[in-house]
């Protein structure tokens, strides 16, 4: 699971073409892959993070640049929680 998230988030980086925010997530990603492993196995987390993966999907496909947003910030407030 842990390659294919990392691989998935990478992806979206790139679609973005955000060179500066790619950069910028490749640096923390270094810092907290321990964090980020142990978050992932908190209850239910794992289930959660696939599920905001699904609801940033649908909004991609959609079209829809505000879903596709607050889905985003939604994963990520989520995934720093569960890593405090």
């Known amino acids: 699971f842990f390659v294919?998230?990392?691989?998935?988030h990478m992806r979206l980086l790139e679609i973005a073409g955000n060179r500066w925010?790619?950069?910028?997530?490749t640096d923390l990603?270094?810092?907290m892959k321990p964090n980020r492993q142990h978050s992932l196995h908190k209850q239910g987390r794992l289930q959660e993070s696939l599920d905001?993966?699904?609801?940033?999907?649908?909004?991609l496909v959609a079209?829809?640049?505000?879903?596709?947003?607050?889905?985003?910030?939604?994963?990520?407030?989520?995934?720093l929680e569960a890593a405090t």
Do not use: C, W, Y
């Open 63 to 79: 079209h829809d640049p505000t879903a596709a947003t607050q889905a985003m910030l939604e994963h990520f407030r989520n995934g």
């Open 29 to 31: 990603r270094k810092v």
């Open 52 to 59: 905001e993966h699904e609801t940033l999907m649908r909004a």
């Open 4 to 8: 294919i998230n990392e691989q998935f």
């Open 21 to 25: 925010s790619r950069q910028l997530s």
